[in-house]
Each structure stands twice: as C-alpha cells, then as structure tokens.
C-alpha cells in the first residue's frame, strides 16, 4: 500500500477499535471493547503482503504478538485475531488464493481471516452490527442473509429441509421459500417480560417422566445444576426451552406442561404451543420473522441456551 492509502486503512481502523498502537510499519493492535473491558485483541496487516505473509506466516505471527499472547490476562489469550488485508497488489498475485486458505487454515496463536479493506467494518464490528438502536429492526443480519438468498432462489434452505431433499429441490429450480404473510405479530400479554425478567421457578407437571409432579425448582441469577448421570439435568434444561420455545429438539410424548414465574411476580405462567405467540417471539426477540415456530428453537439454542 502507499503511505496515503496505509494511513486511510489505519484511519478506518482506529474507528472501529479501541486502544490502536502501532506493533511494526503496517500492522497495528487494537482491543475489541465492551462497557470498557477489552473481550478481544485485534492485529490487522495493512501491509497487502498476503502471499508473504504466507511464506513466513509462522515468524510473522510470533514476531508480532508472541510476547502480548503470554501476558494476556485470563481468557484474552484464547481471543486473539489476525486480519490481513489484501489490496490490489495481493488479488492479483496468481498465488493468492492457495496463499489465503493456508493463512485462514493455520490455527497457532491467533484464528485468521485475509479480508478486503471495504470488510473491515463487518469484521471489526461496526456500530451497525452490534449497538442496541431504539428501532430494533433497523439491521437484521439473519434478514440480510435471507434477501441474499431469496434473490437467488434458493432460500428454501433457511427452512432446513433434509439435505438431499433441498438438493434436488435446487436442481428442479424450485429451492424458493413460500412467502410468509405480512401479518402483523404482536406479543402476548404473558409473553411480554419473558425476556425482560429472571425466571425465579420452574414446576413440570407433564414433560419428562424424572421430572414430572415433583416440587418447583427455583434458581438465581447464576444456578449450579449438579447431579450424577440419570437425574434428568439435561431433562430440566429442556424443560426450561419448552418453557420458552414451545417445543424441542427431542421429541417426548404426551401433552406437556411446564409453568414458570418470573422474577417479583407470583403468577404461575403456561408454557404454550401456540404457533402465533412462538413466531411473534421470534420475532421480537431475535428479529427474526420465521413462517413457521421452530425458528425461535434455532434462535433460543444459539444466543441463549
């Protein structure tokens, strides 16, 4: 990169990261930061060396964070990230793209991504992608990733189907989603403070037989499951998804009911089934408008449980 290009990139850097200190010429370190507390190292190389930084990538890596990697207090060590930029130079070396799968590939020290300069924001985290906004539908990642998709036709997979199913589906060129109704999705009155509270008790009348009839099980902010094999911990935690999701990934049999209370009420809630209140979950707490119930499962397994 030129000198006036390298202090752009590095301008750009700085706005997206806290703490920037130069490590060596073209790469700079700089924290990753929530409420002030540093989460993650960033070392981004600005240098638009990828098939070098390949060549000697080991040395490369321990010139420039070996020291920092085993002063790092507590997890900090394990969260550690190396960009490297790739500019024109870079793109068009013929060997640039085995050079990026052996750098992306390479797991010592540091994960690594050999990203574009216009990627950076995405991958440093810009304030669209993680600051809390008054309109909470104003960026939607999983809605970004869903127009990608729906313009190619293919977004039947966000249904899930059986992989061959969806195979045969894209050659037959009918891999396309059924449009889900506009309809407006309103939360319960019961549903409102379920993500807002603690849940203090959880009582199974009908889920799992280890469980089922036996007294509520209260817990705190932070609640140690302990128990030997068979006493039904992972059954509880279960019980505690059908709680809020309506259903599981294992299927069990019966009519379940599950009751919950949240924290400073005493009104006993019933874990409902109904699909409408699911997706109306869904909706408001992952901003996700799935057209069928099971993506607040997918959203609760993967941000919550």
Not at 69 to 88: C, E, H, M, Q, T
Not at 271 to 276: E, H, L, P, R
Request: hydrophobic share 35%; glycine share 8%.
């Amino acid at each position: 990169m030129t000198m006036q290009v390298l202090e752009t990139a590095r301008q750009k850097v700085a706005q997206l990261l806290g703490g920037i200190e130069d490590v060596e010429e073209a790469v700079v370190r700089g924290e990753r930061l929530h409420d002030g507390k540093c989460f993650a190292v960033a070392y981004v190389d600005l240098a638009d060396d990828v098939v070098g930084r390949a060549r000697n990538l080991h040395e490369f890596q321990e010139r420039i964070l070996g020291e920092d990697y085993f002063n790092s207090p507590g997890d900090l060590r394990w969260n550690k990230y190396i960009y490297i930029v790739a500019g024109p130079k870079s793109v068009e070396q013929p060997e640039f793209q085995r050079a990026k799968s052996i750098i992306e590939a390479d797991e010592d020290f540091a994960r690594k991504r050999v990203v574009s300069e216009e990627e950076l924001a995405s991958v440093l985290g810009a304030a669209q992608y993680f600051t809390p906004s008054a309109n909470a539908q104003e960026f939607d990642i999983v809605g970004e990733w869903g127009k990608l998709l729906t313009e190619a036709h293919i977004d039947g997979i966000l249904d899930r189907p059986a992989r061959t199913e969806m195979v045969e589906r894209i050659s037959s060129g009918q891999a396309g989603r059924a449009p889900v109704p506009k309809n407006e999705l309103s939360l319960h009155e019961y549903d409102k403070h379920l993500h807002e509270k603690w849940l203090s008790s959880l009582r199974v009348e009908s889920f799992r037989p280890v469980h089922d009839g036996k007294p509520p099980f209260d817990f705190g902010q932070v609640t140690l499951i302990t128990g030997p094999n068979g006493t039904g911990k992972t059954s509880l935690l279960e019980a505690i998804e059908f709680f809020y999701c309506g259903q599981n990934r294992r299927a069990h049999t019966g009519t379940a009911k599950v009751y919950g209370k949240l924290r400073g009420s005493d009104k006993e809630l019933l874990a409902t089934t109904v699909a409408s209140r699911l997706r109306a979950r869904c909706l408001h707490w992952y901003n996700r408008e799935e057209k069928n119930s099971a993506g607040l499962l997918n959203g609760f397994g993967r941000y919550n449980f």
